[in-house]
Structures are given as C-alpha cells and as structure tokens.
C-alpha cells in the first residue's frame, strides 16, 4: 500500500507488566501510518519498553522503523491492521466510530 501522502509516527500506550513484587506501568512504542482522511494502520510489532526509568531504546527503535516506512513510501498490509480512527476525521464520521465507542463503553459497564 502506497503511504507517500500518510503521516508516519510513533504513537504510545502503557501496559501492565508483574514486577519482582508489584505490577508495573510501562510504556509501549508502536508505528502508525494516518492518512489525509483519517484512516489509521498500526505496525504488528510493540516495542515494550523493559525499564521504569528509562524507555528511550523502545522509542528508539520504534522511530527506526518509523525512519524505514517513511524512506519505503509503501506497507505491506500482512505487518499492518486498522485502528481507530483520528478523533473527528472524515473516516471518523463516515465510520460512526462514536457510536461504535458509546457501545463498547455500554457493554463493559
């Protein structure tokens, strides 16, 4: 898939790891390609970051492969899935994604 006229960045979330003796928050690093309209494909592969402290080489290396999509111009969609939408995008609207989101709000309680 031709991403020239996408934006390619590194986005990030936290997850939950068990510690020695507690659970942890971490951060995790991942690729998205959005395009013009909204639409958004994230890259397969997490970089979890491994330390409370530091997380730098995790974004690092997401911002490497981030480097190599943008120099590529195209994906290979069996590394790619769609995610979400960017919040009031066309795609955002045509896909009604609001409701889809008060719905899955719904159904957890």
Not at 12 to 25: A, V
Request: glycine share 6%.
């Amino acid at each position: 898939m031709d991403v020239r006229c996408a934006k390619c960045y590194v986005a990030s979330d936290l997850y939950e790891k068990m510690g020695e003796d507690q659970m942890l928050i971490l951060n995790q690093f991942y690729v998205v390609v959005e395009f013009p309209n909204g639409t958004r494909y994230a890259h397969y592969k997490n970089f979890k970051g491994s330390s409370e402290c530091d997380s730098k080489p995790d974004e690092l290396r997401a911002e490497a492969l981030a480097t190599r999509v943008r120099a590529k111009g195209t994906i290979d969609m069996k590394y790619w899935f769609q995610i979400h939408s960017a919040y009031g995008s066309d795609a955002y609207v045509k896909n009604d994604e609001e409701a889809a989101f008060l719905a899955w709000e719904k159904s957890i309680g």
